[in-house]
């Protein structure tokens, strides 16, 4: 079991930055690629970024590309989510998602939410 605890929502206005936060514990060493979701009450859930588990391949939505950046830190167990010119529209509950091999859909956290006033 891996337990994952997302950390750093916020209120912000339209423009500025926010740093996400996801630590896990647990069968920590069993995760491998780490990804970042989001989800506005009546829609569903949708992907915004993923880092394999070296940390050298990162992938984005296009929604958020060239404003979020996504980085882990192993040794820390700790998997970050920068957020810039951030816009209304990127308001949701934002959940960490670790990958492991033999569970389906991995696990998840139970997310933290960010608002962006306009």
């Known amino acids: 079991q891996v337990q994952l605890v997302e950390s750093g929502g916020g209120l912000v206005q339209a423009g500025g930055s926010l740093r996400l936060s996801c630590v896990a514990s647990?069968?920590?060493?069993?995760?491998?690629?780490l990804n970042w979701f989001r989800q506005v009450p009546g829609k569903e859930r949708e992907f915004v970024a993923a880092?394999?588990?070296?940390?050298?391949?990162?992938y984005y939505a296009d929604s958020v590309k060239g404003r979020f950046t996504i980085s882990r830190d192993n040794a820390k167990n700790t998997v970050y989510l920068e957020m810039s010119s951030l816009q209304p529209e990127d308001t949701a509950v934002y959940y960490c998602?670790?990958?492991?091999?033999?569970?389906?859909?991995?696990?998840w956290g139970q997310g933290t939410q960010v608002t962006v006033s306009s």
């Open positions: 880092i394999s588990w070296s940390g050298g391949a990162t």
């Open positions: 647990g069968r920590a060493g069993s995760m491998s690629g």
């Open positions: 998602n670790a990958e492991s091999v033999g569970v389906a859909g991995g696990y």
